[in-house]
């Protein structure tokens, strides 16, 4: 069976919207480049060539189909422009881009898709979704690079959903910057 990993940048108060600066109109956008670091870069490199495909929102779809087909880069924007990317919405129509899939539900669609042959999938940005696979019980990891900064509100992933989900801690690593990388897994 497939992982579904979820990775996020994530403040202090638990806001994932507008780290890069362009995502979001967010007062505080670009929040997560003041902290740029060679070893918080290299992680984000090494996970995403351990997977081999992607799972998108609607949302994040459609800005990043704007944006990377345009990119390369052995690091990033090659992995991302080859790898199967997978855009969970009930609305979407057509999806474009290179290699790209549609799928309608998470309940069904997604848990067929993890059960799919194949390696890991990861999960960027896509907080809607997130937040369904949290409900469903769909996620096997949960990659945080936690930064010491809050930003006031915003788009978060852990909403008030009042639903218990316990994890258990597989890795830390503190960054000199501040920063925290903390992988999870649920707890069963």
């Known amino acids: ?12 108060d638990g806001v994932v919207e507008a780290p890069g600066g362009d995502e979001t109109p967010h007062p505080h956008a670009g929040w997560q480049r003041k902290y740029a670091h060679d070893e918080t870069d290299k992680y984000k490199t090494d996970e995403l060539s351990s997977v081999d495909a992607l799972l998108l929102g ?3 779809y459609e800005a990043w189909a704007k ?3 345009g990119q390369t880069g052995a690091a990033f924007a090659d992995p ?8 969970v919405s009930s ?16 309940a069904t669609d ?5 059960k799919s042959e ?8 896509s907080a809607t979704l997130v937040k369904a696979l949290l409900h469903h019980d769909l996620i096997d990891e949960l990659h945080l ?43 069963v």
Not at 80 to 87: A, W
Not at 92 to 104: C, E, G, P, V
Not at 118 to 125: D, F, M, P, S, T
Request: no cysteine.
């Open 118 to 125: 194949g390696g890991n999938i990861l999960v960027y940005g």
């Open 67 to 69: 944006f990377w087909p």
């Open 1 to 12: 069976m497939r992982k579904i990993i979820v990775t996020a940048f994530i403040t202090l």
């Open 145 to 187: 690079i936690v930064y010491p900064i809050l930003i006031g509100g915003g788009l978060k992933i852990f909403d008030d959903h009042r639903e218990l989900k316990q994890f258990g801690l597989t890795y830390s690593r503190v960054i000199d910057n501040g920063a925290i990388i903390l992988e999870y897994q649920p707890i």
């Open 58 to 60: 609607k949302n994040t």
């Open 80 to 87: 991302i422009n080859r790898l199967p990317k997978y855009v």
């Open 110 to 114: 997604v848990a067929a898709l993890k």
């Open 91 to 106: 609305s979407l129509q057509i999806a474009a881009w290179n290699n790209s899939h549609i799928l309608r539900a998470v």
